[in-house]
């Protein structure tokens, strides 16, 4: 869950890129096989994936199992990867910073929970899709 207005948190593993605790992504690859938007999903390794949308685009994806992803985290990712459109977090006991999730829209690039990430496919503009919560937050913060 997101914790707005908390500290953030170390990450679970300090090891990048926060592999899977299960070694795997079988759920992640369940959820996109079976999501009416995707055409396609690639496995390219250490959790990034190539994914085909309906509407033409493809969307390099990476799978984090951070516990608490903040910023700094994203920069470390793209230094590590290079530029990714989306980054999802695959754990229910991880989360992110309301600070990560505004730099990454401000990057167009989306910061998710699974099934956060699901809701966004819909959208073109999927990396301004926010729950209910963090519209809320983030108008109050005045950054929308």
Known sequence: MISFG??????HSETFPWTSHYGHYNYFEGQMGRHGKVVSLTREGN??????RRQGDTLRVFICECY???????????????EVNAVV???????????AKRHCRDSNVGLFKIGEFMGALHRDDYWLHLTEMEEEYFQKQGWL
């Open 68 to 82: 608490a992803f903040g910023i700094a985290e994203y920069i470390e990712t793209i230094e590590q990867l290079g």
């Open 89 to 99: 977090i695959n754990s229910a006991w991880c989360g992110y910073s309301p600070d």
């Open 6 to 11: 908390g500290l953030p948190m170390a990450a």
């Open 47 to 52: 959790g990034v994936y190539t994914l085909e």
